[in-house]
Every structure is written in C-alpha cells, then in structure tokens.
C-alpha cells in the first residue's frame, strides 16, 4: 500500500514539472492546490508530497500562509549556476573521454552529423533536441551517477528560465564548432582537452543568453496608439 502511494505522489510530481516547464505554470504564479486536486481527481495530500518534491528541487517555494509559488530564475541566479554547470559538465567530458569506448564514439559520431546538418539548415529546434542528447550521452559515457544527478537537478532550474541561447545572432554557427571541439578532444581521448572545451562550452552559452538580454533591454517599447490619436 506504502508503495502505490508513493507512485502516486512521484506520478503527480512528474505532472507538476510537466506544467512548468512547459509554461503552464508560470513562474511567478501560484499553485492552486485544490483546482488540481478537482482536476486530478486526487486527496491534498498526494499533492503537496509531490510540492515538497518540487521544493527540495527548486522549483517551486512555500509562503506561510499564502502557499507554493512557481520559481523564477533572475539572471543573477544565471551568473551563480552557470559556472557550476561548467564545472560539472567539464569533469563529465574528461570522465567521458578517459572512459569512451569505440561503439560510443561512432554513435556520438552520428549524433555530431545530425547537429551539423541541423545547424546548416538553421534548424534550431531540431538542434536543441540533438544537443540534448549529445550532453546526455557524455554523461551516460562518464558513468557517474553523482555528477548525473547534480547535472539532472540543476537542469531543471535553468528550464524553468525558457532559455533560447541559440537565437543570439551568430550563435548557433560557434555553438557547432564549440561541439566539434568537444568531440575531437573525446576522439583523441584527451580527458583535459576534454573538460575545457565543455567547460568554455557552457560559458559561451550564458554570454549568449546575456548578449540577448541586453538586445532585448535595447528595444524600443511599441506603444499602443490611444483612440484620441487614431481620430
């Protein structure tokens, strides 16, 4: 009996973080625990087991009295995970190429075509989804489920941010070459090589995300015209 109710609150977890991260639960907004239990058709207490989930994730807090709130990531939240994300990822890319055996290679070796052609034909969707699994797999050949875990975790705070690093001009071009470094230093398995090329990798993508903030501050605000001024 203890077993399925674990289940339950672990499925209503996995549902929460559906919802944020595909923006449905904005961040910012509230939870609003008893329309989800209506929905769900589920007890409270299921739900807020699962919030303590999220919480101890990071990605949603508790207010006395007031309840959970979605998280949201401030770009000085940006500047303090970014760099500790390099330093994961770089010691999973010198774990990966001291550990990396042929078969993994050629199959990075794929996975390292499908990027190329996506990038040439300006596919950026397609290209997250094939970089995602091009970082999953060195994480997988790193074989270290500490590193996997804290990689997993910070993770999902940053999705919480929506990020699109990619739409910075001229970044999805040096993001290539970024990966094509990374690969030849895991073909060559040169560990060193390795860890600094994945290690410069994640910095570029938070100069990126900041070239776009401050793009985006830049803008002009478009101003809705008043019916005085449409007469």
Same mark, same amino acid.
């Given at each position: 009996m203890a077993q399925a109710h674990?289940?339950?609150?672990?499925?209503?977890?996995?549902?929460?973080?559906?919802l944020i991260f595909s923006g449905d639960l904005a961040p910012g907004q509230w939870v609003d625990e008893?329309?989800?239990?209506?929905?769900?058709?589920?007890? #409270?207490?299921?739900? #807020?087991?699962?919030?303590?989930?999220?919480?101890?994730?990071?990605?949603?807090?508790h207010e006395p009295r007031r309840g959970c709130f979605v998280n949201e990531v401030t770009e000085q939240d940006l500047d303090d995970i970014f760099p500790v994300m390099a330093l994961l990822e770089g010691r999973c890319a010198h774990e990966a190429a001291s550990h990396a055996n042929d078969a993994e290679l050629q199959a990075m070796a794929r996975l390292h075509a499908q990027l190329k052609a996506h990038a040439t034909a300006g596919r950026i969707?397609?290209?997250?989804?094939?970089?995602?699994?091009?970082?999953?797999?060195?994480?997988?050949?790193?074989?270290?489920?500490w590193l996997a875990m804290a990689i997993g975790d910070?993770?999902?705070?940053?999705?919480?941010?929506?990020?699109?690093?990619?739409?910075?001009?001229?970044?999805?071009?040096?993001?290539?070459k970024e990966h094509l470094r990374i690969f030849a230093?895991?073909?060559? #398995?040169?560990?060193?090589?390795?860890?600094?090329?994945?290690?410069?990798?994640?910095?570029?993508? #938070?100069?990126?995300?900041?070239?776009?903030?401050?793009?985006?501050?830049?803008?002009?605000?478009?101003?809705?015209?008043?019916?005085?001024?449409?007469?």
């Amino acid at each position: 009996m203890a077993q399925a109710h674990n289940s339950l609150h672990d499925e209503v977890a996995e549902r929460l973080r559906g919802l944020i991260f595909s923006g449905d639960l904005a961040p910012g907004q509230w939870v609003d625990e008893v329309q989800l239990c209506e929905s769900w058709a589920i007890s #409270r207490t299921p739900l #807020r087991e699962a919030l303590k989930v999220l919480s101890a994730e990071g990605l949603v807090r508790h207010e006395p009295r007031r309840g959970c709130f979605v998280n949201e990531v401030t770009e000085q939240d940006l500047d303090d995970i970014f760099p500790v994300m390099a330093l994961l990822e770089g010691r999973c890319a010198h774990e990966a190429a001291s550990h990396a055996n042929d078969a993994e290679l050629q199959a990075m070796a794929r996975l390292h075509a499908q990027l190329k052609a996506h990038a040439t034909a300006g596919r950026i969707q397609d290209y997250y989804a094939t970089n995602y699994l091009i970082h999953e797999a060195i994480i997988d050949m790193a074989g270290n489920k500490w590193l996997a875990m804290a990689i997993g975790d910070l993770r999902k705070i940053l999705k919480l941010a929506r990020l699109q690093q990619l739409n910075a001009p001229g970044r999805l071009v040096q993001s290539l070459k970024e990966h094509l470094r990374i690969f030849a230093a895991l073909q060559s #398995r040169d560990a060193s090589a390795a860890q600094e090329a994945m290690h410069d990798h994640l910095m570029k993508q #938070r100069e990126a995300l900041r070239h776009l903030k401050s793009q985006a501050s830049r803008m002009p605000v478009r101003r809705t015209p008043s019916n005085a001024s449409k007469n």
